[in-house]
């Protein structure tokens, strides 16, 4: 596979395990109808995952994902992993990011329903975009996670 395919698939990974932890933490109780479209979100992400296209050995290419999220994960602060606003930016950050990139009409038909519904998600969080304390971190955070897949578009 190609390094381009593996971090598409590491941002995609990035995203999901954003919206699970975000399930996990219940950071939507409050809103009915955000908990089920992060639910949503996150079954796009798996079909996203699923049908993305990839050539050479797919075990050995999930493995490569699998240990750069890994290796992203424990390189956050704990803090990081339970504050929602900079799980949801890394999110959008991650799918703003594949969206400047991607030109194949078949991948960006996988990102638009993920995108729409993270910026939803978003806007129900911080929406006058005035958390800058999240934006600082998740800039943090995210330089991790190019760091490690050597994200140089």
């Known amino acids: 596979m190609s390094h381009s395919t593996r971090q ?15 399930d996990t933490i219940d950071a939507f ?31 050995k290419n999930q493995l490569w994902v699998a240990i750069q999220i890994e290796t992203w994960r424990l390189a956050m602060n704990e803090s990081d992993i339970f504050y929602p606003e900079i799980l949801v930016k890394v999110c959008e950050q991650c799918i703003s990011d594949l969206l400047t990139v991607i030109t194949n009409s078949y991948k960006l038909g996988l ?43």
């Open 8 to 22: 598409s698939l590491t941002m995609l990974a990035a995203i999901g395990g954003c919206l699970i932890r975000l």
């Open 29 to 59: 109780k409050e809103s009915p109808i955000i908990q089920h479209l992060n639910k949503e979100t996150i079954g796009e992400v798996h079909h996203a995952l699923r049908k993305w296209p990839q050539s050479g050995n797919t075990a």
């Open 111 to 153: 990102l638009k329903p993920i995108a729409e519904r993270v910026a939803a998600i978003h806007g129900s969080y911080d929406s006058l975009g005035m958390d800058f304390a999240a934006y600082e971190e998740t800039e943090r955070v995210m330089r991790k996670l190019y760091d490690l897949i050597e994200w140089g578009w």
